[in-house]
């Protein structure tokens, strides 16, 4: 048992040493994949950071109910009565027409213009927090809100979210394209590269078989090869990723100051990146297996 | 011609019956060969080039399989044998091939290490090992030194320390005195003794006359694939009595 540890052991070590023997190549080799695999990860992490966004806003969805303008103000009493009672509502908030009509002035910048009207042509409105946020069940409440007496319209403000929301979940296939492509080129590279260290050790490779080795003692050193440079080249997309973020984000931080506000973008979870080593450790085990198993194997059935 | 019972006794470690083998292009290197070894044993397999000496090594190593009858090495038949078993069957023999087949891009040392990092060994002990192999064959001043830095015949005797090193009960030798001169081709054919002395059975495939003249135990003659009537008479009668006879003179 400690013997064969020992025996992984060493053939890590010399894997590791054969790495180093051959900087240049094995370097580009997993700058290459890392390149490759940073291209999924980067789309991820803006995506990741628009469904914040987008969760943020969505995660509070509001209806805007406008009355008409001809409702009395008793009749306007009764809809907030009703509101108020309706099971479906959490909270009820009422802008009276003159109040929005002076805070449009104050924040649009349109005060001239607004200036000029003769008369408000804000309605009285409801601005409602419903306690649900199933979009479907919203617009069911929409729909019923607008049945109610002397009611304008009903508007369910988190429509926008609703169609970022689609928009995500559109390029999120979009991701699982790349990287399925990106993947498959990453087995490629890892095929190659394995290809190539078959032809070279060829004789060793028949002077072991001849000698005894069994098939798990010939293909470890491949496999431990695939894996290791899978695993760099995971590291190296991490390091690329992190790097463009901490640009990105001290863009960011001269931009979002203009705008008053502080946000940053979110970096890769330890999940993520535990999930994007293992990964691509794994997709350079699979190439370096693909390509002992018919280099090696298949080359000895003649 | 006489066959064998297809019962093997257990001192037998090497029995062909009625073994032939044709390649894929229809030549057919070996026709119906049939003769057993018994441990202990050092046997001389002569024949032209192109007889079917590499051909019967080679089976015996499973290498390559028969087409048809059987060759049982060790208890195991070669032809029904998985090829999962193939590695363990051949850690029981020790190859000698005739064009070396050393690895230059490592020393010596690294090059007799090989079977026992294949087999597993524990470090400190494969040393020991390689250090006891290469001394055997009067190379231990040059572990260090890349193989292809040696002479034809040290290079035969680093091959032979390779396959000595995890103490195999049998050795093969294809043409192991090849293109080496008299002097070496004696030095080389005594540490074989050396070996089968201590018990090790040993299968010296050669064309090599002079081998031969020094030699007085079994040979199997091979002739265009098939042994000779004299060889064949010897290779089931009495073989290994036979072979008792040679180890005593």
Known sequence: ?302 | MIHAAPIIQPTKVIHFSQVSKRYPNGYEALKNVSFEIAEGEMIFLTGHSGAGKSTLLKLIAAIERPNSGSVVVKGQNIATLKAGAIPFLRRNLGLIFQDHKLLFDRSVFDNVILPLQICGFEHRESTKRVRAALDKVGLLKREKSNPITLSGGEQQRLCIARAIVNRPAILLADEPTGNLDSDYANEILSIFKSFNQVGVTLLIATHDENVLQQFSGRTLALVHGSLTPESAAQAITGASNLGNLGKLR
Do not use: C
Not at chain 1, 207 to 232: C, D, E, N, V
């Open chain 1, 1 to 302: 048992m400690i013997t064969g540890i020992m025996d992984h052991a060493r053939v890590l070590a010399r894997t590791i040493r054969h790495v180093f023997h051959m900087p240049v190549s094995n370097a580009l080799n997993v700058l290459v994949i890392g390149i490759a695999l940073s291209l999924p990860t980067g789309i991820y992490v803006i995506l990741k950071n628009l469904e914040r966004v987008a969760g943020q806003a969505s995660s509070a969805p509001q209806l805007s109910l406008f009355m008409s303008m001809s409702a009395s103000k008793e009749a306007i009493a009764r809809i907030e009565k009703q509101l108020k009672q309706h099971t479906a509502i959490e909270m009820v908030e009422f802008v009276p027409r003159h109040e929005a009509f002076a805070q449009l002035k104050l924040t649009s910048g349109l005060a001239d213009v607004m200036g000029s009207l003769k008369e408000n042509p804000l309605p009285d409105a409801f601005i409602i927090h419903p306690k649900l946020t199933h979009s479907e069940r919203l617009e069911a409440l929409r729909d019923e809100l607008r049945t109610l007496p002397h009611v304008d319209h009903v508007q369910l403000d988190s429509a926008w979210a609703h169609k970022l929301g689609a928009l995500i979940k559109f390029a999120n296939l979009v991701i699982w394209l790349v990287s399925v492509l990106l993947s498959l080129a990453l087995v490629a590279i890892t095929f190659n590269t394995i290809r190539l260290q078959v032809l070279t050790q060829r004789d060793e490779i028949e002077i072991s078989k001849l000698l005894g080795a069994t098939r798990a003692f010939i293909q470890r050193p491949f496999l431990y090869f695939g894996l290791l440079q899978g695993l760099l080249g995971g590291i190296t997309a991490w390091l690329i990723i992190t790097v463009s973020m901490a640009l990105l984000n001290s863009y960011l931080a001269n931009l979002t100051h203009l705008f008053a506000s502080n946000f940053t973008l979110q970096a890769l979870s330890a999940n993520d990146i535990m999930t994007l080593l293992l990964f691509s450790a794994y997709l350079g085990w699979l190439g370096a297996w693909l390509s002992v198993t018919l280099h090696v194997w298949r080359a000895e059935i003649k």
